[in-house]
């Protein structure tokens, strides 16, 4: 009797224990699981916070200023447009990049847009400022079957030779460097001179009455720094080699560039995929011509 009560009592504080042992467990099963999940917590939102920071939408007026600005001039029904692309752009100059012939563009940076709009069957781009306030279409267009690179996706163009028959005279006595314009929408021709007396000179080919000719000056130290710049660059190697416009491009400006050591060709579209010797040229060019007064 005795044996079995002893028995028993060992059987129950068996149980208790083993009910003890259980409970604990459970507990820092839940404990580590609850930590876990706390640890897991931040992870995830943080990383939401990620995705949604990737997406910079398209302001609204921006959309509408091209959609607007692309019925006009394309006659397209804004109804059959939508915007298929965009990006965020910092352009080099008041010209949003795409100047007119000959324009004066003022060096400074301009955040903005490059934005593609699309009816299905043909493509357009845009380079805007912040707002849409400024905006101004690239002439080179794009259709489904047959589409040449825009204008700032153009790269390793091969230089051709310029045709004799198309090559400007020499420069005249006193003169360290002349662009000729040409193309664009207006298909107008500007010349502009520099002469080594600082004085530039910009007129209209053709134009009987003279009347957009403009006289203005640069100093005598800015020629003087812009010719060391050519005799350094050694142009002779571009001698008469144009770097045309891809296959498909139109309304896009001509520019050609005369110095004493010869001329080079490119164009608005061409631009960027010039050597960078050529670059630096057209850059202090394009400075001669925002400094003079």
Same mark, same amino acid.
């Given at each position: 009797?005795?044996?079995?009560?002893?028995?028993?009592?060992?059987?129950?504080?068996?149980?208790?224990?083993?009910?003890?042992?259980?409970?604990?467990?459970? =507990?820092?099963?839940?404990?580590?699981?609850?930590?876990?999940?706390? #640890?897991?917590?931040?992870?995830?939102?943080?990383?939401?916070?990620?995705?949604?920071?990737?997406?910079?939408?398209?302001?609204?007026?921006?959309? #509408?200023?091209?959609?607007?600005?692309?019925?006009?001039?394309?006659?397209?029904?804004?109804?059959?447009?939508?915007?298929? *692309?965009?990006?965020?752009?910092?352009?080099?100059?008041?010209?949003?990049?795409?100047?007119?012939?000959?324009?004066?563009?003022?060096?400074?940076?301009?955040? @903005?847009?490059?934005?593609?709009?699309?009816?299905?069957?043909?493509?357009?781009?845009?380079?805007?400022?912040?707002?849409?306030?400024?905006?101004?279409?690239?002439?080179?267009?794009?259709?489904?079957?047959?589409?040449?690179?825009?204008?700032?996706?153009?790269?390793?163009?091969?230089?051709?030779?310029?045709?004799? #028959?198309?090559?400007?005279?020499?420069?005249?006595?006193?003169?360290?460097?002349?662009?000729?314009?040409?193309?664009?929408?207006? =298909?107008?021709?500007?010349?502009?001179?520099?002469?080594?007396?600082?004085?530039?000179?910009?007129?209209?080919? @053709? *134009?009987?009455?003279?009347?957009?000719?403009?006289?203005?000056?640069?100093?005598?130290?800015?020629?003087?720094?812009?010719?060391?710049?050519? *005799?350094?660059?050694?142009?002779?190697?571009?001698?008469?080699?144009?770097?045309?416009?891809?296959? @498909?491009?139109?309304?896009?400006?001509?520019?050609?560039?005369?110095?004493?050591?010869?001329?080079?060709?490119?164009?608005?579209?061409?631009?960027?995929?010039?050597?960078?010797?050529?670059?630096?040229?057209?850059?202090?060019?394009?400075?001669?011509?925002?400094?003079?007064?």
């Amino acid at each position: 009797m005795k044996e079995n009560l002893i028995k028993n009592q060992g059987q129950i504080v068996a149980a208790l224990s083993l009910t003890a042992i259980l409970s604990v467990s459970s =507990g820092l099963t839940m404990i580590t699981s609850a930590s876990a999940a706390a #640890n897991l917590l931040p992870e995830t939102t943080s990383e939401a916070l990620k995705e949604n920071s990737k997406s910079t939408r398209l302001p609204r007026q921006v959309a #509408n200023a091209v959609i607007q600005d692309l019925t006009k001039k394309q006659n397209v029904s804004p109804r059959k447009l939508k915007i298929v *692309d965009y990006s965020q752009q910092t352009w080099r100059d008041g010209c949003l990049e795409l100047p007119q012939p000959d324009e004066f563009c003022t060096q400074a940076l301009v955040p @903005g847009w490059l934005v593609v709009a699309s009816n299905e069957t043909q493509k357009w781009a845009y380079h805007t400022n912040k707002d849409g306030s400024s905006l101004r279409l690239e002439p080179v267009t794009t259709s489904k079957n047959n589409q040449p690179a825009p204008a700032k996706a153009v790269n390793n163009i091969q230089p051709v030779p310029i045709p004799a #028959n198309e090559l400007p005279p020499p420069l005249d006595q006193g003169v360290v460097f002349r662009e000729i314009a040409s193309g664009g929408i207006t =298909g107008r021709t500007y010349e502009t001179v520099l002469r080594n007396d600082g004085i530039l000179i910009r007129v209209r080919i @053709g *134009d009987a009455n003279d009347s957009e000719r403009s006289v203005r000056r640069v100093s005598l130290q800015q020629v003087k720094q812009f010719e060391r710049l050519l *005799d350094k660059k050694r142009l002779s190697k571009y001698k008469n080699l144009s770097y045309p416009a891809p296959s @498909g491009a139109a309304d896009f400006i001509t520019y050609t560039l005369t110095s004493q050591a010869g001329t080079f060709q490119y164009n608005d579209i061409s631009q960027d995929s010039l050597p960078k010797v050529l670059q630096s040229v057209v850059q202090a060019w394009r400075q001669i011509g925002t400094s003079a007064q």
